[in-house]
Structure formats: structure tokens, C-alpha cells
């Protein structure tokens, strides 16, 4: 038995050596014999520190192409990689730690101090490790353990093994640990190189987070996979991704990124001549942000939809209608149905309900929570989403929201993004959020908080007026509240979690 998932990514092919797999902002160009010896030598570092085939290695570090190889030298160690998100606080990785139970933490030098009795009650041994810089800095303690030179002999894994541990943004209640197999991550990139029509030419801007499956599995095993090259950037930044426009081919970008390029006069067809694919997902793309980029740049933005648990699972067409507001079709491969929530029973074309998947995709489970798992990942391998949604009439997928989102108002339901819809084509309008709230008398209340464009008057009435017409009266909102920006996490979704906090006491404090 080899390693299935590096070999699923096309590790060890010598007849990549010398070519580019990354251009760093510093100017480093990594190449893929890179790629091999120094994923190598963080493997060989991770065995020499103890940690064995299936232990856990909890990662919270900043962005850099060395973590990214930390990523595949676990793969190839035979372990299984946790990245955690780095705005998470030392309490919050606390919780982690003891979950997860890692042989080995790796951590940013600056938390080291903060993160160390976590470690020690988890029974995780710490090391750091900090960002590369030519004017020097503190790379952390990790590298001490790193051989110069290493020859690594992937450690085998089987498809059924674990490669990762993904905690999910955990929107109720406590985070969990989805359990991802070499199988799920290598079939998923597969799939989306040959539906995305990736190549060896290929040059994709990778500016997303590597905590998160969309930077860290997406962009990064699509790359691999295919033989691409990526033009790394530690975050998002507007002119450098300007200035990296016309040496690319392909971006994946949450939604926020495409409206940042918007409000930019260098964004135009000239800008995008070489670049054959933008993708967006993660939250949805407005319809509106999705018509704009199209007539300023000609390209029509490729939406689709995924999750930690799930990694990638429909995709608008690489040929054919990319449709907005929809994400497209299941993946080859990926089933998908939308079910009544409470019987479970399949609904037909262009009803509502609850999305379920099923698929090579699909994660084994969450980590040591078998109620959990076995509540929403059925014996025969349909896992529930969460997402309520619906099929068109032209099979393609539309998310109307998370089910926790779903807004029961006087015992009707109201889905928040058709609300939404109806608020951001109003005049004046940029984007909204629609939430229900504790109310005396309808249960919940629906509020909608409206982003204006700057300057526009601010009159709840106007709104509230402009919908009498356009939804039923128990779907207009109650109260209308004007915010200059939405709550956002870096992964661009609106924390409506957040939202319903702050407004809770509206109908009854
Ligand atoms: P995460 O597990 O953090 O990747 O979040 C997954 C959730 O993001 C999904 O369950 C959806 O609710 C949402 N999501 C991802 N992609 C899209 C999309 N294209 N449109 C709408 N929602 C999306």
C-alpha cells in the first residue's frame, strides 16, 4: 500500500521537479522538486517528534507556503492535519486541543506563551513556527527539528484513513471536528480539475485563508493535482491581486473579493485577458455582483457550493449557462436531493427543503461525537446539510439558506434570502440581512438589516413600503435597521449568529 492521497496529488512525480508551483510575494519561486524535498523534510521532522500514523497535528499559524508544506508532510507522515483558524482566541483553542487530542501542536511564536498550558492539559507537545522573511525573524522552534536534507519515504495510508480534521465555523452550539479521509480530498480535487478544466498552464491566484477547505483543499489539491502554478498571497490585498490579473489564468474567491474587485476602476476586460475561470463560493455571490463582473470583464463568475463536511459538491457548468443566484450541479460522482426536513422523504422539482449529499466527498463523521455523526450522516452514506435549498427546472441548485437561518414568523416560514432579494434591488440598496427575532405575539419577528449606499437616506418606511407590494405581509419585515457594513467572517459569510444576538431584545426588551 502506498500513500493514497499524495499520490492522488501527484507527489513524488519526478517529471515535475523543476517546474514552478508557486511565485511567494518576496519573490521566492517554489518549485515542485521543492514541494517534494521540503514536505519531505517537515515529515521526516514530524516522525523524529514522535507523532505516528493517525495522530493528530493541530496547526494555528499565519499563512506561508511553509505551513501549506507542513500540510503535505503530515499527509505523507501518515498523519492527520487540524488547521485552526487564526482568529480563534487561546481559549477557544483550548477547546480544540482537548477535543482533538494532538500528538503535536504547531503555533505562531507570538501565541506560543498564551497557547502553552493548553497544550500541556491536552498532552500535546508545542512547537512554533513563524512566517519566512528575508530580512530575517523568528521562524519558530519547529525548524530546529526540520533535517536539511531528507530523503522521506511516504509513510501508506489506505483511502479509508483520516488526512484531516476540519472544526466547522460551528454556527450553533460547539464546533465540530469533521473527519476527512485520504479518499474524500484526493477524489474531490480530481473531479474538480477535470470539471474546471485544469492544466498543467494554469496559473491560479491563491489568496484565501489555508485554514479553511476552500484555501487549504480547493485551490491548494486543484493546483497540485493538475501541475499548475499558484501566485501565493498571505491574504487579499486589491493591488496585489490587480497586479497579478494579467499573469493568471484562474482565481477562487469568496464573494467579498469579487465585489472589492468591483469597486475598482483597473478592473476591466484588459485587466482579465489571460484569465479563463473565476470561482466563487464558501457565501452566496449576489446575483447583482455577478452581472456587474460579467459586463465590466466578460467573464461570467463560476459559483458553486461546498462545506468542511463535504468539501466541493455541485458547480455551475465549466460549459454552458453559468446561471446566478444558483450553484450549478452536483459534481460526477455527487448525489443530491432535496428532502422534507421532518420526514426525510425526497420532494419534487422546485420544492424546498432540506439539501442532502452523498458521495466519495462525503467526511467519515464528526470526531468522538457518534450522536452527532449518526444524527445527521445516515448508515447508507446520505449526509444532511443543512442547507435548505431547491432543485429548478433546469436541475440547477439554488441555496435559499442555512436551516438554522429559517425565520418561523406567526407559523409561517420565511426564507431570509428571498427577503433579502427583494431588499437589495430596491434603489439605493447594497446588500441586506434578513433575521428573525424573538417576538410576544408571532414567535419570531423578521428584521432586515440594509447596508445603504452612502449617503442615501436612511428611512426604514421606504423600505418596508417598497416590499408591501412584493411579498406577503408575514414576510415583510417588522422593523428595519440601517447599518453601514455586515458582520463578515474572513471566509465572507454575514454572522447572522451575531446579528440575532445583537438585535435579540427588538419585539421584547
Ligand atoms: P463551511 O463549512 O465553512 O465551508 O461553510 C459551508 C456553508 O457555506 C454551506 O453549508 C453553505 O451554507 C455556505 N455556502 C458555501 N458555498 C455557498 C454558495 N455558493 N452559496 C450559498 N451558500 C454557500
Known amino acids: 500500500m502506498t500513500n493514497h492521497l499524495a499520490n492522488a496529488l501527484g507527489l513524488g512525480d519526478p517529471a515535475r521537479g523543476g517546474r514552478t508551483f508557486a511565485s511567494l510575494p518576496d519573490g521566492r519561486v517554489y518549485t515542485y522538486a521543492d514541494v517534494e524535498a521540503v514536505s519531505g523534510r517537515f515529515a521526516a521532522a514530524l516522525v523524529g517528534l514522535g507523532v505516528a500514523p493517525g495522530d493528530r497535528v493541530a496547526v494555528q499559524v499565519e499563512k506561508s507556503i511553509e505551513a501549506l508544506m507542513l500540510y503535505l508532510g503530515c499527509v505523507r507522515a501518515g498523519a492527520v492535519f487540524l488547521p485552526l483558524n487564526t482568529a480563534y482566541t487561546a481559549s477557544e483553542v483550548g477547546y480544540f486541543l482537548g477535543?482533538?487530542?494532538?500528538?503535536?501542536?504547531?503555533?505562531?511564536?507570538s501565541k506560543a506563551e498564551a497557547l502553552t498550558p493548553q497544550a500541556k492539559e491536552a498532552g500535546a507537545r508545542l512547537e512554533t513556527m513563524g512566517v519566512w522573511a528575508a530580512d530575517g525573524g523568528d521562524y519558530g522552534s519547529l525548524f530546529a527539528h526540520v533535517p536539511e536534507a531528507a530523503a522521506f519515504e511516504d509513510v501508506a495510508r489506505g483511502p479509508d484513513d483520516l488526512a484531516a480534521i476540519l472544526y466547522t465555523s460551528g454556527t450553533t452550539g460547539r464546533s465540530k471536528g469533521a473527519m476527512l479521509s485520504h479518499e474524500n480530498l484526493g477524489s474531490n480535487a480530481t473531479t474538480l480539475v477535470e470539471t474546471w478544466r485544469?492544466?498543467?498552464?494554469?496559473?491560479?491566484?491563491?489568496?484565501?485563508?489555508?485554514?479553511?477547505?476552500?484555501?487549504?483543499?480547493?485551490?491548494?489539491?486543484?493546483?497540485?493535482?493538475?501541475?499548475?502554478?499558484?501566485?501565493?498571497?498571505e491574504k487579499f490585498d486589491l493591488d496585489a491581486v490587480v497586479a497579478a490579473?494579467?499573469?493568471?489564468?484562474?482565481?477562487?474567491?469568496?464573494?467579498?473579493?469579487?465585489?472589492?474587485?468591483?469597486?475598482?476602476?483597473?478592473?476591466?476586460?484588459?485587466l482579465c485577458r489571460s484569465m479563463r475561470l473565476f470561482v466563487a463560493g464558501s457565501a452566496p455571490l449576489l446575483a447583482e455582483t455577478h452581472r456587474q463582473f460579467e459586463a465590466r470583464t466578460g467573464h461570467a463568475i463560476l459559483e458553486r457550493y461546498g462545506m468542511t463536511e463535504a468539501s466541493m459538491i455541485t458547480s455551475n457548468p465549466y460549459d454552458g449557462?453559468?446561471?446566478?443566484?444558483?450553484?450549478?450541479?452536483?459534481?460526477?460522482?455527487?448525489?443530491?436531493?432535496?428532502?422534507?426536513?421532518?420526514?426525510?422523504?425526497?420532494?419534487?422539482?422546485?420544492?424546498?427543503?432540506?439539501?442532502r449529499?452523498?458521495?466519495?466527498?462525503?467526511?467519515?463523521?464528526?470526531?468522538?461525537m457518534p450522536e452527532k455523526t449518526a444524527e445527521e450522516l445516515s448508515a447508507d452514506g446520505w449526509f444532511i446539510t443543512g442547507d435548505l435549498g431547491m432543485i429548478d427546472d433546469q436541475g440547477y441548485v439554488v441555496?435559499?439558506?442555512?436551516?438554522?437561518?429559517?425565520?418561523?414568523?406567526?407559523?409561517?416560514?420565511?426564507?431570509?434570502k428571498e427577503v433579502e432579494g427583494e431588499i437589495d434591488r430596491l434603489p439605493g440598496v447594497i446588500e441586506s440581512a434578513v433575521i428573525g427575532v424573538p417576538h410576544p405575539d408571532f414567535g419570531e419577528g423578521v428584521v432586515a438589516v440594509v447596508v445603504p449606499e452612502a449617503g442615501d437616506a436612511?428611512?426604514?418606511?421606504?423600505?418596508?413600503?417598497?416590499?408591501?407590494?412584493?411579498?406577503?405581509?408575514?414576510?415583510?419585515?417588522?422593523?428595519?435597521?440601517?447599518?453601514d457594513a455586515l458582520p463578515r467572517n474572513a471566509m465572507g459569510k454575514v454572522q447572522k449568529k451575531n446579528l440575532r444576538e445583537i438585535h435579540k431584545d427588538l419585539f421584547t426588551g
Open 245 to 270: 490579473l494579467p499573469e493568471a489564468t484562474a482565481m477562487m474567491g469568496v464573494p467579498t473579493f469579487y465585489t472589492r474587485l468591483l469597486g475598482d476602476d483597473r478592473l476591466n476586460r484588459e
Open 321 to 355: 449557462a453559468r446561471r446566478a443566484g444558483t450553484v450549478g450541479h452536483p459534481l460526477p460522482g455527487v448525489s443530491l436531493k432535496v428532502t422534507d426536513p421532518e420526514t426525510g422523504a425526497e420532494l419534487a422539482e422546485g420544492a424546498i427543503g432540506m439539501i
Open 198 to 233: 485544469f492544466t498543467g498552464d494554469d496559473v491560479l491566484i491563491h489568496a484565501l485563508p489555508i485554514y479553511h477547505t476552500h484555501g487549504l483543499f480547493v485551490a491548494s489539491n486543484v493546483t497540485l493535482v493538475s501541475g499548475a502554478a499558484l501566485i501565493w498571497m
Open 99 to 109: 477535543d482533538a487530542a494532538p500528538a503535536l501542536v504547531v503555533v505562531d511564536p
Open 399 to 416: 441555496i435559499v439558506g442555512r436551516g438554522k437561518d429559517l425565520i418561523i414568523s406567526g407559523g409561517f416560514n420565511v426564507y431570509p
Open 458 to 483: 436612511r428611512d426604514p418606511k421606504a423600505v418596508i413600503g417598497a416590499l408591501a407590494e412584493r411579498v406577503a405581509k408575514f414576510k415583510q419585515p417588522k422593523r428595519v435597521i440601517f447599518v
Open 357 to 368: 449529499v452523498k458521495g466519495p466527498n462525503v467526511f467519515q463523521g464528526y470526531w468522538r
